[in-house]
């Protein structure tokens, strides 16, 4: 009977983790899910799926290690903030949505850094194009030059991207196909654009030179500016977590304080629905406010 049970929370806590993990980071469920997550454990599958994107692979391991501290920090703070334990259950219960939130921006960041590396690599291939150098001794030179700039650098998505490109090269994949694989991992406008004019040029056979300069400096300038934009609104973002986290301070710093000011708001069903509402409102302002902060160029 035991080992009954035990075969049964096994199978099911499988389909859980299939389940967030087709549910949350889009994988694809496989006939055999045993097989799936033994080599998930080895690390097999997350090392391909490194080599098939720009941005990390974050799986349910990243998942599971993000849930757990938000989980206690979401409990900690409905039995002190609401003294209620059915509410601090609740919250917790909540709080599984939120490290699929961290998740997204975290991906969302990193793919934000492969743009600005982008920049660093765009200003190496211009060089060695005008010294004459062709489209793939250019790539491979801006790889050695990659190296020496971001070899030490925690977050490097272009590094990686780079050692593809120039591995496919070496496998003898013309230039043309692995910018391509290139701009379909990334999906990002800038090297979308710098790819697609780039082989354009190389087809029609244009001054590849002078494209990738102009290229270059219009995209050295607009990410110039997304960065300025960015330095502009982060101290509305500061404004924004100032306003949304101020109000439970106060809660929490009269309770503390003055407990008996605050017993109406506990001792009373209605005080505690105000200050459940007051709670979600409070969240939602701040991933509104996020939304409205957030400008995409």
């Known amino acids: 009977m035991v080992l009954l049970i035990s075969m049964l929370i096994f199978i099911l806590v499988v389909l859980i983790y299939e389940i967030i993990d087709r549910a949350v980071f889009g994988s694809e469920l496989k ?14 599958e997350i090392a391909e799926k490194k080599k ?8 349910t391991k990243e998942y599971f290690a993000l849930l757990i501290p938000v989980s206690v920090v979401a409990f900690l703070f409905s039995i002190v903030f609401f003294r209620s334990m ?10 599984v949505f939120y490290p699929i939130y961290l998740i997204k921006q975290k991906k969302v960041q990193e793919k934000k850094t492969l743009n600005y590396q982008f920049r660093d690599a765009l200003l190496s291939i211009n060089n060695s194009v005008k010294a004459g150098a062709s489209l793939t001794t250019a790539i491979e030179l801006a790889h050695k030059d990659l190296q020496k700039i971001f070899g030490n650098v925690k977050v490097k998505p272009i590094l990686y991207e780079f050692e593809i490109i ?6 003898g994949t013309p230039v043309a196909d692995a910018l391509i694989n290139f701009k379909n991992r990334a999906n990002i406008e800038d090297i979308s ?9 190389k087809k029609q056979g244009g001054n590849l030179a002078q494209v990738i300069s102009r290229v270059t400096s219009v995209i050295t300038d607009r ?8 330095t502009l609104i982060a101290s509305k973002q500061m404004e924004a977590k100032i306003l949304t986290f101020t109000p439970l301070g106060l809660v929490i710093l009269v309770s503390v304080m003055s ?5 109406p708001m506990y001792n009373t069903f209605m005080g505690k629905c105000l200050l459940l509402f007051g709670v ?6 701040y991933f509104i406010g996020k939304k409205i902060i957030r400008i995409d160029i």
């Open 31 to 44: 006939k055999n899910h045993f097989q799936k997550v033994f080599s998930k454990i080895a690390g097999d």
């Open 52 to 59: 098939a994107k720009s941005v990390r692979y974050f799986g």
């Open 86 to 95: 059915g509410i601090a259950v609740m919250f917790t219960a909540g709080s």
């Open 166 to 171: 120039v591995r496919e090269l070496h496998m």
């Open 193 to 201: 654009d710098f790819v697609n004019i780039a082989l354009m040029t």
């Open 223 to 230: 990410i110039q500016v997304e960065k300025e934009i960015g």
């Open 259 to 263: 407990p008996g000011y605050m017993e």
């Open 280 to 285: 979600i409102l409070l969240i939602l302002n």
